[in-house]
């Protein structure tokens, strides 16, 4: 399912194409207009990384834990996917939204946004800005495992993602924030007001920063 590389593996979702408090991203250059991209993620949280898919100055997808949580016990997870610009994030999305309808007794909408995104220092070297992107987050109640392609997902009775994808000039990226429990935990996303709000105020400083070479 969404949250993990295994999880988007077992359902299907992984496209084969082309961060510790976020370590440094991947770069992605233009050499013909002479731009280099990067994946901008805020620091307020710490992950490590835990998986990557592809060579790690290029990966198509990377996972990220929290310190002390592995891929078999985790709370909180953060997925990246570089994805090429003929793949549209949106579209990944609404592939993961359809897989979730199958499988959840119900899949709500608990955040929408779109809109664009400004990075001053692009627009003050004359570099495109600003930029689209989209976030919504979703949870996913009471997930029936025998509708699971291949069986070896682990999903718990809540599973809460939220998305942000991004339309750059080198690439699209689409990054994953997931939590999941068995039960509603008073200082999960799903329960306090608190915790959604520092979760959003992060998806918001998501971005991409654009410089010349």
Excluded at 179 to 200: F, M, R, T, V
Aim: positive net charge; charged residues 15%; glycine residues 8%.
């Amino acid at each position: 399912m969404a949250p993990s590389i295994r999880s988007l593996l077992a359902l299907g979702l992984v496209f084969a194409i082309p961060i510790s408090s976020a370590s440094a991203q991947p770069a992605r250059t233009l050499p013909a207009v002479g731009v280099v991209e990067t994946l901008r993620l805020p620091s307020s949280v710490a992950w490590r990384l835990d998986t990557r898919l592809g060579p790690a100055g290029a990966p198509t997808m990377e996972e990220y834990l929290p310190p002390g949580q592995t891929n078999k016990a985790w709370m909180q997870m953060l997925t990246i996917q570089y994805l090429p610009l003929a793949t549209a994030p949106g579209e990944v999305v609404q592939n993961v939204v359809d897989s979730l309808r199958a499988i959840c007794a119900r899949v709500a909408t608990l955040a929408s946004n779109q809109g664009t995104q400004s990075n001053p220092a692009a627009a003050k070297d004359g570099l495109p800005d600003p930029y689209r992107v989209f976030d919504v987050m979703l949870h996913c109640d009471s997930p029936d495992m025998s509708k699971v392609r291949g069986g070896t997902t682990s999903l718990r009775k809540h599973e809460v993602i939220w998305f942000k994808g991004m339309l750059g000039i080198a690439g699209n990226y689409l990054v994953q924030r997931a939590w999941h429990g068995d039960k509603i935990d008073p200082a999960s996303p799903l329960a306090s007001a608190a915790e959604k709000q520092a979760w959003a105020t992060w998806i918001a400083a998501v971005g991409l920063d654009l410089r010349k070479r």
